[in-house]
């Protein structure tokens, strides 16, 4: 997604003077491109990110449309007071942008993991959060989501190749993008993780069981109407995401069915709990976490014929 996203944004500041990018010294081998176009309006801030996020904030304030680009630690949970306190309460149009969701810095290890970048962009009114399944998703939102008014937060994927099946880079802010009706199981999926529930769904439904896939790439403002519907016509849903169960896709699934009395049982596929090694590759974190295709199938199975004893 990061080279759809420079790309989109090189067609979008060819257009929009106001438009400048920001990064923490991260991006090489991705960014160069807009900087060679560019340069006047491009800064590398060095590791500094929450000094970053107040230079954006002041660009902001100034009549621009700031990104800021980092890896989702260091986008999100580094400067967070600051974007609480600049963006979010003065409603600026700063973009942050964290790539690498989920474990795909896999071997740097739980200091790069982004885990918990939605929950607490959720926490904040007044901010937008994205997190597009792949790369034709993630232009699709760019190109809906950029001129919006406030701030918005884009959790974005390192995967320029992979797509999900049937997604066709479809978005609307505040909808959910359905794929199938299945009428035993919804895998409602959120980020990069969802070609994993894809490929769940396809060996769920070889192996008979009626599945459908809902992607929420708009968590904020929230698909209520979307996840509403489809969770009253099914028994169970399990919500995947490369994140805590905590705070993310699972939470806000949780919260609608609460809401709005549902009677779907829900199974919440994600992190738990405090990381521990050993640490490993993206594929390796997320079977250890259940979050493969396999593991989902097997979760699937046993929430639905569960074994007695």
Known sequence: MRTAFVQTLIELADTDP???????????SVLEPFAARFPKRFFNVGVAEQNMVGVATGLAEGGFIPFV????TFAALRPYEFIRNGPVLHQLPVRIV??????EYGHAGPTHYGLEDVAIMRAQPGITCIAPADHEQARS???ATWALPGP????IGK?????????AGRFVLGRAQKIGRGSDVALIAMGAVSAEAAAAAEE????GVSCSLVVVASVTPAPVEDLVAELSRVPLAITVEAHSVNGGIGSLVAETIADHGLPCRLVRCGVRGVLRGPFGGQDYMQRAHG?????LVQTALHALHPVAG
């Open 18 to 28: 106001r438009i400048v990018l920001l990064t923490g010294d991260l991006g090489y």
């Open 69 to 72: 680009y980092s890896i989702v």
């Open 98 to 103: 964290g790539v690498g969701g989920g474990f």
């Open 141 to 143: 939102a760019f190109l």
């Open 152 to 155: 918005v937060y884009y959790r």
């Open 159 to 167: 995967d320029d190749r992979t797509t999900v099946p049937g997604l």
């Open 204 to 207: 769920l439904a070889r192996q």
């Open 291 to 295: 979050l493969s295709r396999a593991a």
